[in-house]
Structure formats: structure tokens, C-alpha cells
């Protein structure tokens, strides 16, 4: 299944785009989208712990399963003011 | 009024909410320093949010603001992009009959979205390096 | 910037105060109500003011305000003369380095100069009645 | 000796005008100056309790003794904002 990913400020960074489609297997979760991301990218492991997730713009735990065209954004600690 | 933008804000559009019967209005607005935290000069400030997601934060924060605080109005607009020394990030203006209420959920709204709302600051300094900043 | 005016308060002028090291500004607006605190329609306010004294009222109530909650520059102005509902009669704003001490000094002068400033109101009804109003 | 007087709001409009001239005797004090003005005014009798005085400016109690040329202000109880 295809599904969406959004990363934002140092997560974007380390990623290089915005966003992208991943293709994962039916039943992944969101655990699996992470990996999959962090596969090669030995920066994002260190930001793993800091990292929070929301899946269609709700916050999920990494453990949350994924659906066939869900938006899931990786979003670093908050700044914002 | 909820809003991310790009452009300077303008609180003229903000002040909008305020109602007939409101007789208070307070208002805060987030300016870029000239200096971070730890005191490095900064030339200015980039700010990214996940809109939708930050817009409707704010619509959440403004609501819990009324179950506390009692009728009271908000808007609450974020700027995005670069911003220099002295430009204004963020705006927050609620608007109640009495100032008790006014002040007690303007503070309330900065305070939840510094700490929840999906948006991000990333501090440039004048020595050409840049940081993000995290809650 | 400390002052009794006759016309329309322009919020910008007050924001001149804001300095190059603030980064949070709160603002204070009191705005004409269409109702009394009884209920009954209201059409208008006259305020006048014992200017010289109430001026110096504001220069210390801004002074108490950077000894309780340091460094924190204000503006207080009030207006004076009839009023229609909608119209700003007091427009106080606050900037520091960080937005808790200027949530408290906005805070502190409304409050102060709600209960020393030598103003004063009269509620103009739609009855055609008025009342002078005292703390 | 010659007193300025103010007078505010309630107190203005049972006085008649803003400000004016009183003659008082040397030693006089600020309730002197107040007794002058509420002799034939039934009104002020009301409004003394509620009263506050000051003297070129400042707050000052009501048995503050007058010297010539002092602005005494009559405040009723205050309501800006």
C-alpha cells in the first residue's frame, strides 16, 4: 500500500524533501514508515525519541496500523510563539 | 480567526472578533528578538508549521479557552517563512465582556500553542549558523 | 508614552515603545459596551479626566510594574469625551524580553488604573438617563 | 487668600462649572475650602464622605492646611478604564 509522509524543520532536513510517498506492506504501522525512512539515513535514529507522529492529521502512537493512502507526518519538538 | 500565513500579520483583521457586548480585548503579539536565548546575536527567524494541523491546534486551544475562562473569542494567526529583528510571528487576541476573561485566555492560548501547536522555529545567527529550537 | 487624548487612540503610536530586545508584547483595549453592568442599553460613555494627575498616575503605576516585574516598558493612554459603543476609551501596552512579564505589567495597569486614576465615567443610557459610574 | 478649586464629574455638575476662584481666610484648610463651596449646595452634603482632596496634585487629607495660589481638586470616587 501506498502511503504519504510528511516530515517537518530538522526532520525535513535530515530527509530532504517535505514529503514522499512510501510503499509499504498491508498491516504495517507506523513504526514500519520510520524504519523505512530511516533506512540510510543514520541521522534520523538520534531523533526517534523526540519524534512524535500523526497519522491524517491526529497524533497516533508509533504502533498505530496504517491504511492504503494515509498521511502520516513525523514532527520533531515544537517551537512555535 | 485561525490562520497560518506568510505574509506580515495584520491585526487589524484579527481585531474583528470583537463582539458588541465584549468590553475587553487583550492582545499578545510574539516579536523576533535580536538576540537567542543564550544570547548570540540573531539576524532573524524561520518558522514552518503543518497547517492544518497547527489551524485546527488553535481552534482546539481557543475552545478549551471558553470551557475555562467562560464566552470568550479568539483569533489566533502564526506567521511562516523568514522573519527579521522586530517583525511579529504570532498574534493572539480574545475578546470577553469583562478583561479577567480576556486576559486569562490570551494567555492561556500563547502558552498552549508554544508548547502543542505543530510549528517550528529555526534561529539564524550572525555568524551564518542556524538551529532549531524545540520546546 | 503616557497620555489623556480627546480623539481616537491610535494603537500604533503606543507600539513605538516596543524595543529592539522585547519579545512579547501584550496589549490591553477597553472597548464602549452596549450594555450597563445592569443591563440596560447603553448608548454612549462620557469620560473626563483630572489630566496632569492622572498622567503621573500612569508614569507610576509604570514604575511599580518594572519593581514587581522588572524590565518592562508600558504605554497607558485613555481617552476622554463622548464615546459610542465600539470605541476604544483605553489602550495599554506592555512589552519585555519574555511575555510573562508582559502579561503581568498590562495586567497590573488596568487594574491600577481602574482603581486610582483620576477618570472618570458617565453611562449614558438609551432611556435617555446617565449616571456617573465610581470604582 | 485666593484658592483654585477643581471639580470633577458629580462634583462638577453640582458646582455648576470646572474650576473656580475662592477667597479664603489665612490658615484656612482644604475643608474650609470645601465648606465654602458646599454652603447653599444641599448636594456636596452627600458626596463629602465619598470625597477624595488634592493639592497641587497630590493626594492630601481633608484638614491639610491652604496657602495662597494652592489648586485644590475635589475627586469623587474614580471609574476610568
Known amino acids: 500500500m501506498t502511503i504519504r509522509v510528511l516530515a517537518f524543520a530538522r526532520l525535513r532536513e535530515i530527509l530532504g524533501v517535505p514529503e514522499a510517498d512510501l510503499e509499504l506492506p498491508t498491516g504495517a504501522r507506523v513504526a514500519d514508515a520510520w524504519a523505512a525512512l530511516a533506512r540510510g539515513r543514520a541521522a534520523l535514529e538520534f531523533e526517534r525519541s523526540s519524534t512524535r507522529a500523526a497519522c491524517n492529521g491526529s497524533i497516533v502512537p508509533f504502533d498505530a496500523p496504517l491504511r492504503e493512502g494515509d498521511e502520516v507526518a513525523f514532527l520533531p519538538p515544537v517551537g512555535g510563539g | ?135
Open chain 2, 1 to 135: 480567526m485561525f490562520a497560518i500565513v506568510r505574509d506580515p500579520i495584520d491585526l487589524r483583521e484579527l481585531e474583528c472578533i470583537v463582539r458588541p457586548g465584549d468590553g475587553g480585548v487583550a492582545t499578545f503579539l510574539g516579536v523576533v528578538r535580536e538576540t537567542a536565548g543564550d544570547g548570540r546575536p540573531v539576524t532573524g527567524l524561520f518558522y514552518e508549521a503543518f497547517e492544518a494541523m497547527a489551524v485546527h491546534e488553535f481552534e482546539t486551544i481557543a475552545g478549551e479557552a471558553r470551557e475555562r475562562f467562560g464566552d470568550v473569542k479568539l483569533a489566533i494567526v502564526h506567521r511562516v517563512g523568514e522573519l527579521r529583528v522586530g517583525e511579529i510571528s504570532v498574534a493572539i487576541v480574545a475578546a470577553a465582556a469583562h478583561r479577567a476573561a480576556a486576559f486569562d485566555a490570551c494567555r492561556y492560548a500563547i502558552d498552549e500553542l508554544k508548547s502543542r501547536a505543530a510549528i517550528w522555529k529555526q534561529e539564524r545567527y550572525a555568524d551564518g549558523n542556524a538551529a532549531w529550537i524545540g520546546a
